[in-house]
């Protein structure tokens, strides 16, 4: 099992910035890729960006060249820097992880708000 601990979230004006952090913890040696989502109310999950064991990333085109996501493999944890916030960006935002076999997990989500 691994478990995946979100924070950062929280309410911020257009134009702002937040910065996400995710710890993973538990069986986490096969972890390949991890990633972020974020689901709006009434819309479906929708990948956000990811990154995987090599450092190579993924970004939605609705978010390329504001959001950066990086990995701190020694700390178990990934970050996703979001800058020049938009108020189409409010979602709950979801950790995930992937590892080898492939199996799939979530953290529970940090709601991000950002106000016009």
């Known amino acids: 099992q691994v478990r995946l601990v979100e924070s950062g979230g929280g309410l911020v004006q257009a134009g702002g910035s937040l910065r996400l952090s995710c710890v993973a913890s538990?069986?986490?040696?096969?972890?390949?890729?991890m990633g972020w989502y974020r689901q709006a109310p009434g819309k479906q999950r929708d990948i956000v960006a990811s990154?995987?064991?090599?450092?190579?990333?993924f970004y939605a085109d609705s978010v390329k060249g504001r959001f950066t996501i990086s990995r701190d493999n020694g700390k178990n944890t990934v970050y996703l820097q979001m800058n020049g916030l938009k108020p189409e960006d409010t979602a709950v935002y979801y950790c995930?992880?992937?590892?080898?076999?492939?199996?799939?997990?979530w953290g529970q989500g940090t709601q991000v708000t950002v106000s016009s």
């Open positions: 995930m992880s992937r590892n080898t076999i492939p199996r799939q997990y």
């Open positions: 538990g069986n986490i040696f096969r972890t390949t890729t």
């Open positions: 990154i995987d064991s090599g450092g190579n990333t």
